[in-house]
Antibody, heavy 116, light 110 residues
Framework: VQLVESGGGLVQPGGSLRLSCAASGFTFSNYWMAWVRQAPGKGLEWLATIKGDGSEIFQVDSVKGRFTISRDNAKNSLFLQMSSLRAEDTAVYYC??????????WGQGTTVTVSS | QTVVTQEPSFSVSPGGTVTLTCGLSSGSVSTNSYPSWYQQTPGQAPRTLIYRTNTRSPGVPDRFSGSILGNKAALTITGAQADDESDYYCVLYMSSGTYVFGTGTKVTVL
């Protein structure tokens, strides 16, 4: 069971970035999936969760309208499309399996830096 | 906006017991919030310790236990060991379908 994030990097304020998370070792479409981030030296922040079939999405208010969670079950992949990025979005972004009201499998994280 | 509060830090002696708590800015924590607890060491991804208030994740030592204490969720480490020195986060499930992480507690074992 493994999750591997990719797509992080340096982006200018106002720019966009798409993060990906490749899942393996479990039936991806059976599980809700989530994105969680951690700003440097700060705590963890839940961002969004998407149902196994993609039919339901829940997000934290602070990123609504700027971040979009999606998935491609045929490719066992989870995505986070981020736009209008701000300096305060600088963080390590983790994908996690959301299973029975817990995040039980975590990726290693991908780093996003928003700076000019 | 819902804030989930944890003690900023705790120090515990090796072999000692420490109880971390997880409270809501408004209201009480109950089993309906499905409290879960995570351990994180610097530079690493979080590790799931406890879910559904008091169920240990596979491989988690039984010195970790979860409960509801009064109006808060709690994580107790009984017989602390050096490698328990970490940051600990709780997570609460909200009726809106969202999750909120607690502010985190840094545990030092010395």
């Amino acid at each position: 069971v493994q999750l591997v994030e990719s797509g992080g990097g340096l982006v200018q304020p106002g720019g966009s970035l798409r993060l990906s998370c490749a899942a393996s070792g479990f039936t991806f479409s059976n599980y809700w999936m989530a994105w969680v981030r951690q700003a440097p030296g700060k705590g963890l922040e839940w961002l969004a969760t998407i149902k196994g079939d993609g039919s339901e999405i829940f997000q934290v208010d602070s990123v609504k309208g700027r971040f979009t969670i999606s998935r491609d079950n045929a490719k066992n992949s989870l995505f986070l499309q981020m736009s209008s990025l701000r300096a305060e979005d600088t963080a390590v972004y983790y994908c996690a399996r959301d299973n029975d009201y817990k995040m039980d499998v975590w990726g290693q994280g991908t780093t996003v830096t928003v700076s000019s | 906006q819902t804030v989930v509060t944890q003690e900023p830090s705790f120090s515990v002696s090796p072999g000692g017991t420490v109880t971390l708590t997880c409270g809501l800015s408004s209201g009480s924590v109950s089993t309906n919030s499905y409290p879960s607890w995570y351990q994180q060491t610097p530079g690493q991804a979080p590790r799931t310790l406890i879910y559904r208030t008091n169920t240990r994740s596979p491989g988690v030592p039984d010195r970790f236990s979860g409960s509801i204490l009064g109006n808060k969720a709690a994580l107790t480490i009984t017989g602390a060991q050096a490698d328990d020195e970490s940051d600990y986060y709780c997570v609460l499930y909200m009726s809106s379908g969202t999750y909120v992480f607690g502010t985190g507690t840094k545990v030092t074992v010395l």
